[in-house]
């Protein structure tokens, strides 16, 4: 689901990381989006999960739609997801301090020189 061609050799895999511990750091919203893997993958509400599931179930913190059964959770099991979340908040903190000042001398592609 990322935006950008990473199948193209001039992508740059620390930018890349950096992106992932932003997103699931800081951005993506647990409380109300799951996650399907299905047909490519997408982002789902969990509003619209909670509906298809069976009574007194609700969508877990981490929720992951199994792609065999979808009216399954495969993330209900999950422990700490809160505390990964807070670690990969941490990475792209320390990743992006670490790497901003020599961001500017060193371009990501041909493109930006």
Do not use: W
Not at 20 to 29: C, H, V
Request: some cysteine; charged content about 25%; overall charge negative.
């Amino acid at each position: 689901l990322h935006n950008r061609d990473v199948s193209s050799p001039n992508i740059n895999i620390g930018v890349l990381l950096i992106e992932f511990f932003e997103l699931y750091g800081r951005n993506f919203n647990y409380l109300k989006t799951g996650i399907r893997i299905t047909d490519g993958g997408c982002y789902v509400a969990k509003d619209e999960v909670q509906k298809n599931m069976m009574d007194g179930y609700r969508p877990s913190m981490l929720y992951i739609e199994d792609p065999l059964q979808p009216d399954n959770d495969v993330g209900r099991s999950s422990y700490g997801a809160m505390q990964v979340k807070q670690a990969f908040d941490y990475a792209y903190v320390v990743l992006g301090h670490a790497v901003s000042h020599i961001a500017k001398e060193y371009p990501n592609n041909e493109n930006e020189r």
